[in-house]
Structures are given as structure tokens and as C-alpha cells.
């Protein structure tokens, strides 16, 4: 019998010794997804459910020859974008994202941590907006994350879906922009704007503090889209795979920060 061969999603971003973000959380959800999933390392973090106590960033020739050697044996669908740690290497995957012309560049753009202290210099803001946004297929900011890439506040719905509409404008091909930044009541809004559709997924804000759920959420529409789903439809159901993940979350450290049940959410054939 000749084995099948499964599309690959590509994650660049950065590690989490803790297992429950970064590269880590991008693998298990390509894996729930039945997707092949390939990694570039873009920054080694000291983390855990309690915080991150140190940060390594590589040489940008090891970064090169992480993205190179997945290209080059690899039929990549999706690459996925996350924690990029300054400007070098935000111009590094962007010539390499020119040159291999993935087609679908999903952009967590991370920039803002849990507790709001801004992780990108502004040498790097600046890099992303120029760079990246326009090679993203679609781009998932949270309201934080939205408001430093637009240079202005965002602190209702209507503030929300003019901000979609601008980020459209700095030239991604599509945004959902996350909503649980925003104090909408019981429900957490997420919005989907392309340029001409709009929509918006709406969910139950659960009582819980939980990890690494925007990287979690991006790595399966990255999965959704190598599967053949649409950008809308993709965030759609990479949404409801959050979801699920949360209600079977654990805590496998000692914090009360939750880990999400990758494997129990994941979705059927």
C-alpha cells in the first residue's frame, strides 16, 4: 500500500518550553487537524503557565535554513505567523514569504502580552505593518494588537468594525479581528471583514484564564484553509475549535492558567 500524502502547514514562531502556546500549541492543532505540520523556530522562550522568565532568539541564518529546508521537501498549503521577536526578523520571513509564495500567510501579529506591556519595538511595529500585513491572507490581531498597528483606540463594537475595514486598508487580504479584549456583555464577538463580506461569530465568554488561545486559534484556520475551507468558513470553525478546546481545558501546571484540550476538540474527518 502506498501511504497517503497529507498537506503541511508551516508555523514560524516562537517556542513554549511550557507546551501550551507557541510553536507547541500551532503543532497540536495542525495534528488535530490531520495536518503535517512543519516548524521554524523563531524564538526559544523559558515559559511556563505562570510567565516567561527568558527569552532566546536565534541567529537569522538558522532561522533561514529552518524555512528553507521545509520548503524545499514540503508541500506547504498555510504558514502561520506568530511570535516574531524584532525587526530583522519580521524582514527575514518576509523575503522568504516574497521568494516561496505560500498560498495562504496566516498573521497572529504578536505584540501585546496578557498583562498589556508591548512586546515589539517600534522598529518592529513599523516592519510588520510594512512588511507582513500585506503578504497575510488574513490577519488576527486582538483589540490590543489592532489598536498599535492603526495608531488609535478601539473601545466599542463601532470602533471595532471601522478598525477591520483599516487594516484592510494596510493591504492583508482578510481580518478577524478577536473581540474578548472587548467588554460586549456575556458574548465574545469576533468580526471577519475582507473587503466586501462582513461577518461576525459570536460565542459565550467562558470563566476562565486560559493560554495560548490566539496562537491556538490562527494554527487551525491555517489547518481549516489547507483543508479547502474559505477564509470565513475557516474562522468559523477554527473559532468553534477554540471553544471546544476551553471547555476541555486542564491545568497542568500549578497557576490557575489553563492549557486547551487540543485532541478532545478536535474535529471530525
Given amino acids: 500500500m502506498t501511504p497517503s500524502t497529507p498537506v503541511s502547514a508551516l508555523t514560524i514562531a516562537g517556542s513554549d518550553s511550557g507546551g501550551g502556546a507557541g510553536i507547541q500549541a500551532d503543532l497540536k ?14 524564538a526559544l522562550t523559558a515559559q511556563n503557565t505562570r510567565g516567561v522568565t527568558a527569552v532566546h532568539v536565534p541567529p537569522l541564518g538558522f532561522l533561514r535554513a529552518q524555512i528553507d529546508a521545509c520548503f524545499d521537501d514540503f508541500d506547504i498549503h498555510a504558514v502561520k505567523l506568530g511570535m516574531l521577536a524584532n525587526a530583522e526578523v519580521i524582514h527575514l520571513v518576509a523575503d522568504v514569504l516574497e521568494q516561496r509564495r505560500p ?48 495608531g488609535r483606540r478601539i473601545t466599542h463594537a463601532g470602533d471595532a468594525e471601522d478598525a477591520a475595514a483599516a487594516l484592510i486598508q494596510l493591504g492583508a487580504g482578510a481580518v478577524l479581528l478577536k473581540g474578548g ?34 496562537c491556538t486559534l490562527a494554527s487551525a484556520i491555517a489547518a481549516q484553509l489547507c483543508r479547502g475551507l474559505s477564509a470565513a468558513n475557516a474562522c468559523e470553525a477554527a473559532i468553534d475549535y477554540v471553544a471546544r478546546g476551553l471547555r476541555g481545558g486542564y491545568l497542568p501546571g500549578r497557576s490557575e492558567v489553563m492549557v486547551l484540550d487540543h485532541f478532545g476538540a478536535a474535529p471530525s474527518a
Fill in 29 to 42: 492543532a495542525f495534528a488535530a487537524h490531520r495536518v503535517h505540520g512543519l516548524s521554524a523556530i523563531a
Fill in 103 to 150: 498560498a495562504h500567510v496566516v498573521l497572529d501579529p504578536v505584540m501585546v502580552a496578557t498583562s498589556g506591556a508591548k512586546l515589539l519595538e517600534d522598529s518592529a511595529l513599523q516592519a510588520m505593518r510594512e512588511r507582513l500585513v500585506p503578504l497575510a491572507t488574513l490577519l488576527t490581531p486582538n483589540t490590543p494588537e489592532a489598536e498599535l498597528l492603526l
Fill in 181 to 214: 479584549h472587548l467588554h460586549e456583555g456575556s458574548r465574545v464577538i469576533d468580526r471577519y471583514f475582507d473587503g466586501v463580506s462582513s461577518e461576525e461569530f459570536s460565542h459565550a465568554r467562558l470563566p476562565v484564564d486560559a493560554h495560548g488561545t490566539g
